[in-house]
């Protein structure tokens, strides 16, 4: 048994740790995609409201533009995750230049393809296809069962994810939920009833397994954690995911 909880508490750590390099290289590495566009900021900037009030209006303008013209970023309730830039090339150049951050390197290329499209007329990618709708209710339902499930379902032929993207997604919704059910397993063993001697000269029944005890129900509770933010999570990518889709883009994954 001390070898067994040994085991669990090494794979808690193990997992914690590589949760940890996860979630700080996703919020610190942002690639960015950039396009350059003949015109001026101003006129750029109207152009590039117009794509973005067409996908969603649930954003606003930055006044911390990090060197460029304007910055706009998306409010709570909007599914996107964006930072969008526009900027000077040079002094003396005509063009204008666009830049987009998002935590996802798929949300960047898939806006970068969207902009060329709507502000470049460029035709897709021969590779590119259009998009289909995903349904609410199978992104939750697989959700129910494992969040990884859900993200697999929602990246599944969409820009908004690259491999990567998903790879990542689904990794710290699986650490999440070892490190939240192993440390739930192992104070509900920890807790367990002890028998004491007049229990051993009597026979009576020991306190059974961890599933047995009063503090199991504390394990399918860790467990409700991970799937109730991937709601949330759940609920984004499929809006957003169905709110592109309406307009007919094609994209290249």
């Known amino acids: 048994m001390k070898i067994f909880k040994k085991g669990i508490q090494s794979h808690l750590i193990n997992a914690i ?3 940890g390099l996860l979630i700080f290289s996703t919020n610190s590495l942002f690639a960015g995609e950039t396009l350059e566009i003949l015109g001026g900021p101003e006129d750029v900037n109207i152009r590039l409201l117009a794509v973005l009030n067409k996908l969603d209006p649930d954003f606003y303008a930055d006044e911390k533009t990090q060197g460029f013209v304007y910055r706009y970023r998306n409010k709570w309730n909007n599914p996107y995750d964006f930072n969008i830039y526009v900027g000077k090339v040079g002094k003396t150049s005509p063009d204008s230049i666009i830049r987009i951050e998002s935590p996802r390197r798929g949300q960047e290329k898939m806006w970068k393809q969207i902009m060329e499209q709507e502000l470049l007329q460029k035709p897709p990618h021969e590779s590119a296809v259009p998009l289909s709708e995903k349904y609410h209710i199978v992104s939750q339902g697989l959700n129910l069962i494992t969040p990884m499930a859900s993200v697999g379902y929602n990246s ?7 491999n990567r993207d998903t790879f990542v ?3 710290i919704y699986l650490l999440c939920d070892l490190i939240l059910a192993g440390g ?3 104070y509900a063993q920890e807790n367990l009833p002890k028998k004491n001697i007049y229990d051993n000269m009597l026979n009576v029944k020991g306190p059974g397994s961890v599933w047995e005890s009063p503090n199991a129900v504390g ?3 860790a467990l409700a954690v991970t799937r109730a933010v991937r709601v949330f999570d759940a609920w984004e990518d499929t809006a957003a995911h169905n709110k592109t889709a309406q307009f007919g883009w094609s994209f290249k994954f």
């Open 156 to 162: 599944w032929n969409s820009p908004l994810f690259t």
């Open 219 to 221: 394990i399918f509770a």
């Open 184 to 186: 739930a397993y192992l």
């Open 169 to 171: 997604s689904m990794s």
């Open 17 to 19: 740790f590589f949760l």
